[in-house]
């Protein structure tokens, strides 16, 4: 519940800048690409409620994988269909933003909580809370913030990541002797 929250938050603050870029002409509708985005974001929510669950066999680990599976294919699709309809929008971008830092920390927290990754990998699924934070501390202290250089990789390595993770939980739902460490 916590996690569609803060998605419907997300979706809430962001609504304003659906318009293209350069207008200010607010857009009728979603688009396709802000679509597939919030379907993104339904399905961190639903993954999100793995953490309170045993390590899921059977059907539930498929679904898990299935849900890994989407959000992967979401992210990738989700610019592309923007931009081919011509609806890329400031809320695709923050929805897009929010829903890669909230896609890492599920899954982080989710490889670890079944015991697959060392507790010390969740630094990477908080990257980018701990960017924020480190944004906040230093506007809050007077100090400077200069923009990121521009980057060819980081999308990249952001999204090998998340095809790591979805590649290991279709793993483990495949082997049968893939159990939670005791």
């Given at each position: 519940?916590?996690?569609?929250?803060?998605?419907?938050?997300?979706?809430?603050?962001?609504?304003?800048?659906?318009?293209?870029?350069?207008?200010?002409?607010?857009?009728?509708?979603?688009?396709?690409?802000?679509?597939?985005?919030?379907?993104?974001?339904?399905?961190?929510?639903?993954?999100?409620?793995?953490?309170?669950?045993?390590?899921?066999?059977?059907?539930?680990?498929?679904?898990?994988?299935?849900?890994?599976?989407?959000?992967?294919?979401?992210?990738?699709?989700?610019?592309?269909?923007?931009?081919?309809?011509?609806?890329?929008?400031?809320?695709?971008?923050?929805?897009?933003?929010?829903?890669?830092?909230?896609?890492?920390?599920?899954?982080?927290?989710?490889?670890?909580?079944?015991?697959?990754?060392?507790?010390?990998?969740?630094?990477?699924g908080l990257a980018r809370y701990l960017f924020?934070?480190?944004?906040?501390?230093?506007?809050r202290n007077g100090k400077p913030i200069f923009?990121?250089?521009?980057?060819?990789?980081?999308?990249?390595?952001?999204?090998?990541?998340?095809?790591?993770?979805?590649?290991?939980?279709?793993?483990?739902?495949?082997?049968?002797?893939?159990?939670?460490?005791?």
């Amino acid at each position: 519940g916590l996690a569609l929250a803060y998605s419907l938050w997300v979706l809430w603050r962001g609504l304003q800048n659906n318009a293209r870029e350069g207008e200010d002409e607010l857009l009728p509708n979603f688009g396709p690409g802000n679509q597939m985005t919030l379907l993104r974001g339904l399905c961190l929510a639903l993954l999100t409620g793995f953490l309170f669950a045993p390590w899921p066999q059977g059907p539930l680990a498929w679904l898990l994988v299935l849900l890994c599976t989407i959000v992967d294919v979401a992210d990738y699709l989700d610019g592309f269909l923007a931009r081919r309809a011509n609806h890329a929008t400031g809320l695709g971008a923050t929805l897009d933003m929010e829903f890669d830092g909230m896609g890492m920390l599920v899954v982080t927290l989710l490889a670890v909580s079944f015991g697959q990754l060392p507790l010390w990998y969740l630094l990477l699924g908080l990257a980018r809370y701990l960017f924020i934070f480190g944004l906040w501390w230093r506007r809050r202290n007077g100090k400077p913030i200069f923009e990121l250089p521009p980057s060819a990789h980081r999308r990249l390595y952001a999204g090998f990541q998340m095809g790591i993770m979805s590649y290991r939980a279709w793993l483990c739902a495949r082997l049968a002797h893939c159990q939670r460490p005791a």
